[in-house]
């Protein structure tokens, strides 16, 4: 049984998040909440797997999730669950691949569904923001706002967003060093005292 929820849950997933893995977000986050099958701090771990290990992060996300939930058959039936639709919509569209290239309804259909990624990817950039930075239950025991921010975490969001974007030298260094760097600073933060 737990297979087939898994199944369906990611099918339902891969179905209807149009723009990528990112776009998978609200989907998981809807999951979670449904299923309790993850929380969303394990969320923002999967996603911070998901983005550094190879592969889609939507299939790496579903591939973690279903085999944290039923071990490796469950692992194979969340990522078969996510990866179906898009299949299927491959090969119907590879068989009337003519027809479709030149139909003015698709054409403004996929003009349509734009907007529709562009708003599930905010949504979702949004989400890891918020579970990046914001220290919502401490604040909540405190009541101090300055609480409310893990400003270590805001500090090199800014330093990597400043250095990506203004220094040329900085700008042009492979992703993987960002992700090395990032993961020393978050060591250092969580266990160095800063």
């Not at 708003?119 to 950039?125: D, P, Q, T, Y």
Request: with cysteine; charged share 10%.
């Amino acid at each position: 049984m737990i297979y087939l929820q898994l199944f369906y849950e990611f099918f339902k997933t891969g179905l209807f998040a149009v723009g990528g893995g990112m776009a998978t977000l609200p989907f998981l986050s809807a999951i979670a909440e449904k299923t309790g099958w993850f929380t969303q701090g394990m969320l923002a771990d999967m996603i911070a797997v998901s983005e550094s290990t190879p592969g889609p992060i939507g299939v790496n996300m579903a591939t973690y999730v279903g085999f944290t939930t039923a071990g490796v058959p469950g692992a194979i039936a969340a990522t078969l669950g996510l990866i179906t639709p898009s299949v299927i919509i491959i090969l119907i569209i590879a068989r009337f691949l003519k027809a479709f290239r030149d139909n003015q309804y698709v054409d403004a259909a996929f003009y349509g569904l734009r907007p529709c990624s562009v708003g599930l990817i905010a949504a979702a950039g949004m989400s890891v923001v918020s579970m990046a930075i914001l220290n919502v239950d401490l604040f909540r025991q405190t009541g101090e706002v300055l609480k409310l921010f893990r400003w270590d975490c805001v500090v090199l969001g800014v330093l990597l967003l400043t250095a990506t974007r203004w220094a040329p030298k900085v700008r042009d260094l492979h992703p993987i060093w960002f992700i090395l760097g990032s993961a020393v600073a978050g060591v250092v933060f969580r266990f160095g005292g800063v």
